[in-house]
């Protein structure tokens, strides 16, 4: 009877042995390679009608300019292109164009308008142009009577990445008609990619 029970509880160990030795090994840390895929989007809507986006964008670095204040100051600042090109909703091609002037420390985190604010700079230019057909296009650009209203702030920046984000909103005058005007109201712009040159 002793001996029933010690080869019982001898074989009850090596049971437990080997399903513990089972379950370890069939337990193996698998590693999981993740890509996290980062899309652009620049959208708009244009006089409060219609969603306009778009995932052709792109960010350039320009010159190095010097604005001058009224005060007789001057500064020097980074000029930046922000060019995004789609359709609208009835499938013309557009073209937005934003020229922003950024002190040249890399921080490009900030609230822009057409009045330049000392150690921030300001937008140099702001366009929209839309062609309605091969022969016929329109072009705005900023209303120098309302550039109150006219921003484009960045609010987060990825330096590792190389990648903004934020929103903006425009008045802006058909160039050749200047009683003609459109609003770019609930702009955003998501994962710009920007590299300093």
């Known amino acids: 009877m002793i001996?029933?029970?010690?080869?019982?509880?001898?074989?009850?160990?090596?049971?437990?042995?080997?399903?513990?030795?089972?379950?370890?090994?069939?337990?193996?840390?698998?590693?999981?390679?993740?890509?996290i895929q980062r899309l652009p989007v620049f959208s708009y809507s244009l006089d409060s009608l219609n969603k306009e986006?778009?995932?052709?964008?792109?960010?350039?670095?320009?010159?190095?300019?010097?604005?001058e204040y009224g005060d007789g100051n001057s500064e020097v600042y980074k000029r930046y292109l922000f060019e995004a090109?789609?359709?609208?909703?009835?499938?013309?091609?557009?073209?937005?164009?934003?020229?922003?002037?950024?002190?040249?420390?890399?921080?490009?985190?900030?609230?822009?308008?057409?009045?330049?604010?000392?150690?921030?700079?300001?937008?140099?230019?702001?366009s929209f142009l839309e062609n309605l057909n091969k022969e016929t296009s329109k072009s705005y650009s900023l209303d120098n009577f309302v550039t109150s209203n006219t921003y484009l702030r960045i609010k987060r920046q990825n330096t590792s990445e190389f990648l903004i984000l934020g929103d903006f909103f425009a008045v802006l005058q058909n160039d050749k008609d200047p009683s003609d005007k459109i609003v770019l109201s609930e702009g955003i712009f998501n994962d710009i990619y920007y590299k300093l040159n």
């Open 3 to 35: 001996y029933r029970v010690f080869i019982l509880r001898f074989n009850l160990r090596i049971f437990t042995s080997f399903i513990l030795i089972l379950t370890l090994f069939s337990c193996q840390d698998k590693l999981e390679i993740f890509e």
């Open 53 to 67: 986006t778009t995932d052709d964008i792109n960010f350039y670095q320009g010159k190095t300019t010097i604005y």
């Open 85 to 126: 090109k789609g359709k609208t909703t009835k499938g013309n091609d557009v073209i937005i164009n934003i020229e922003l002037d950024i002190v040249p420390d890399g921080d490009f985190i900030g609230i822009y308008n057409p009045v330049y604010k000392f150690n921030t700079g300001g937008i140099h230019s702001f």
